[in-house]
C-alpha cells in the first residue's frame, strides 16, 4: 500500500544548530503539505506545494525555516538556528487532486535541547 | 492559526459504550474530514463528509455535518480498547485543511 515517506522518525538536536527533515509522498500526489503539530495540539499548516511551487507559506517562520521541492516530489524542511520552541511533531501529508483525503507520513519528533 | 474546535478535550469510556465527539470550524469548505491519531504517530483518515451531505456512515463510525452552524459530530459505536486514540476534524476549502484541537478519547477495558 502507497504511504508517505518520512524520515528522520526522532532528531534531537541542540539550539541554534540546524535540522532538516524529508517526506517522500505518495506518487502521483501534485500536492505536498508540512504540519507542526506541538503536543495535545493539532496540526498547524508550515507550507503547502502544488508541484514544485509553493502555494500558502503564510504560517512558515521565514527567518529560520525554509522548505523546498525541487522536482515536484520529495521535499525537506530545514530549520536553522533551532531553537527550543522548534520540539514539536512534523508531519508531512500529501493528497491527490479533488475532493480527497490527505496521507500522512509517521512524522519527525523534534527535540531542541 | 487553528481553524476549528473539538469538544470535549478528553473523554473517557467505557468498552462497548458509544462515543461523541464534536468538531466547530470557521471558514466555508467542499467538505469536512475525521483523523485519527494514536500516540506519537502520524494522522490516519476515518471518513469524509462532502458539504451538500448531512449524515455519513462507516462501520461503527456515523459523521454528521451541519454548514449552518458550521459543525460536525463523530460518533463511534461500541467503542473497544483500540479506539483509544486523539480524533481531529479537518475543515477542507479545497485548497487546504484546517485542523481542530482534538479530542483525547480514551477507552478503558
Known amino acids: 500500500e502507497a504511504e508517505v515517506a518520512q524520515s528522520p522518525r526522532y532528531k534531537i538536536t541542540e539550539k541554534s544548530q540546524a535540522v532538516a527533515f524529508w517526506c517522500d509522498p505518495i506518487?502521483?500526489?501534485?500536492?505536498l503539505y508540512w504540519y507542526r503539530q506541538i503536543l495535545g495540539q493539532g496540526p498547524e499548516l508550515l507550507v503547502q506545494?502544488?508541484?514544485?511551487?509553493?502555494?500558502?507559506d503564510s504560517q512558515l517562520p521565514k527567518d529560520r525555516f525554509s522548505a523546498e521541492r525541487l522536482k515536484g516530489v520529495d521535499s525537506t524542511l530545514k530549520i536553522q538556528p533551532a531553537e527550543l520552541g522548534d520540539s514539536a511533531m512534523y508531519l508531512c501529508?500529501?493528497?491527490?487532486?479533488?475532493?480527497?483525503?490527505?496521507?500522512f507520513g509517521q512524522g519527525t519528533r523534534l527535540t531542541v535541547v | 492559526s487553528q481553524q476549528g474546535e473539538e469538544d470535549p478535550q478528553a473523554l473517557s469510556i467505557q468498552e462497548g459504550e458509544n462515543a461523541t465527539m464534536n468538531c466547530s470550524y470557521k471558514?466555508?469548505?467542499?467538505?469536512l474530514q475525521w483523523y485519527r491519531q494514536n500516540s506519537g504517530r502520524g494522522l490516519v483518515h476515518l471518513i469524509l463528509?462532502?458539504?451538500?451531505?448531512r449524515e455519513k456512515h462507516s462501520g461503527r463510525l456515523r459523521v454528521t455535518l451541519d454548514t449552518s452552524k458550521k459543525s460536525s459530530s463523530l460518533l463511534i459505536t461500541a467503542s473497544r480498547a483500540a479506539d483509544t486514540a486523539s480524533y481531529f476534524c479537518a475543515a477542507n476549502t479545497g485548497n487546504q485543511f484546517y485542523f481542530g484541537t482534538g479530542t483525547s478519547l480514551t477507552v478503558i477495558p
Open positions: 501529508a500529501s493528497s491527490a487532486p479533488g475532493d480527497t483525503e490527505a496521507f
Open positions: 463528509i462532502r458539504s451538500n451531505e
Open positions: 506545494f502544488q508541484d514544485e511551487s509553493v502555494v500558502d
Open positions: 506518487s502521483g500526489h501534485a500536492t
Open positions: 471558514t466555508s469548505i467542499n467538505n
